[in-house]
């Protein structure tokens, strides 16, 4: 029941906190806004073409290609792209160049020329691989007019079939996270590290307030202080990480998929993570010096992990090292979780944050026995 | 009277330094017990091994008869302490303050309520349940520490530097409220810097330095032991012209303090140098405007037996 007591305190006390609601609440909910917002286009998986402008000049050595070519042009005004023929004082390859046309093709005797541009490649390739198809539609039509003119006509039927011009195949291609999903999770594991912070004065506010004089005074053993202490941290951290969830989800329609059980598993041992090492640094370094380091550290593990932006998501020395971060690994879980439905991609990162957290909880039980008072 | 506490042969050593030095003493059910000590002198160290907030190295500490090395718990739960910095949460309510601190020897429920609002009461914050400690004056908030220590009605009560920084009004209350838990069969373990204070409500004092008790007993038996020395205290216009060391050259003149508007000497009884002292009073140019011949006090006692005055 005192363990309850205590827990209960430090609940009070972190609700009333100010810094409380601007870190774990506002600063992320504000975050995700601006970050989900800002960099939408990072996240998009389809690209926007706008009109493709190309530059034409029918020299008019084969008037058979140039009838074709008239067809050409005609048939694939409805598919947002426009040729325009090459007015007198013009340059083809200049107007190219300036960005006013994204290609310029020349029909002559010797067939088509194309010159594309550089600032626009995917413009340029589409309107190429037009032409090409084009082009190769011609020589077959011409070939075959010359021993079999209705097989002719069956080709040329077939050329005027409606068609699209960029048919997208990719595996989950509508399955994955925009930039709002991304950063509800990032930041969501983001403030779940924070709890580090507010850890790390669990037991050293206690010292600097004097209470914890009273407290070794008391006849409580320094297990119900501790565990205590844990019970209510891991409450009020879980509480605003859940707040921070459920706003992302129903407020910016984030996608937090259809596992919320298994995802909440996940921020919960990275919650139980993050107090065991502020409690843990709390320890190792007096004073002021452990908040410094927690605050680095959760820094750190919120950049390599990618809070901010992604990172580290190739074979480089980034994304070695940022396989070190907790919100790496948590990150990746949530995600698998939700976009591939991977419940099993929970458990290495539960794993490695319970290994962690009892590892900085055995450095702070170990260093509390020895220390006489608290 | 039985004895609530007993101390037998405690050591406390911090490395080579040794903090307590086989110490012994024995505070009686109903006394309010002054512990004197300049900072070093050991005092705090020994309430804190009371208060089972640090090991003893040698000895035994016996609270109601019982070990508290194999009875923490039992120790505990029948001691209140009011520490010399303030130990409340500012962020929790008077009450909640009480209630919490409470709680944890084990109260609950209407109990909980009932004891958490009797301690406020006690100290004169019932009105002020509510409010926060950062809204407090210096003289609340020291009654809210000690309500702190009080609302689970501890047998003893170990209060070290209580009134420390605090207006007359609220010391005077503090003070009336250490005798009045007394009254109610509190036994008191009291430290002060204030020698007066001391003195007016201890029924027992012991004083401690270097980690040994080299005085114990009441004010008057202590005062007894100096029977060789008196106090001349001369009050004068402004202190700024008076040189200190002359004034120790005189014969018989043990010390010399200089306060605000005032200057006190301790000398041997059976020399007779008050001229001696006016004259160089006079070469220094001090206004006299008063002169007076005091029996020993504590002070002098605690000067005299330490060669410090309490507030070094």
Redo the contacts between chains.
Sequence with gaps: MTTIHIAIKEIKQALRDRRTFLFMLAFPIVLILILGTALSNAFSGSIELGEMKVLYKDTGASPALGGYWDGFVKAVEGENVHFTPLGKDMNGQEEVKSDNYVAYVEIGDEGIRFYGSTRNTIEGNIVQGMLTTFAQRYNLVAATMKTDPVAAQAVLANASAPHDIVKETALQADKAPGSIDYYAVAMTTMIAMYGAMSASTLIRGERSRNTAIRLSAAPVSKAEIFVGKIIGSLFTNLACVLAVVLFSKYAFKADWGYHMGMVILVLLSEVLLAVAIGLGLSYLFKGETARSIVMIFTQLASFLGGAYFPIGQDESFMGWISDFSPLRWANVAINKIIYSNELGAALPAIGLNLIVAFAFLAIAIISMRRREAL | MSNVLEIRNLTKKFGDFIAVDNMSLAVREGEIFGFLGANGAGKSTTINMI?????NTKGEIILLGKNIAKS???A??N?G?V?Q????????TAY?NVS??A????L?GAQLKERTVEALEFVGLGDKHKAYPKNFSGGMKRRLNIA??IAHRPKLIIMDEPTVGIDPQSRNYILNSVRKLNDMGCTIIYTSHYMEEVEEICTRIAIVDHGKIIAEGTKEQLKAIITDTKDIWIGIKSEDEIKVEPLKQIPGVASVRVEEHMVMINSKAEVNNLNLIIQQLIRDRAEIRSVEEQAPNLETVFLTLTGRNLRD
Excluded: H, N, Q, T
Excluded at chain 2, 85 to 92: K, R, T, V
Excluded at chain 2, 103 to 106: A, D, F, I
């Design positions: 208060s089972s907030l640090l090991r923490a718990k039992f505990k739960s001691i302490v520490p910095d303030l130990a409340i949460y500012e962020d929790m909640e919490f601190f709680g944890l020897y084990g609950r702190c220590a």
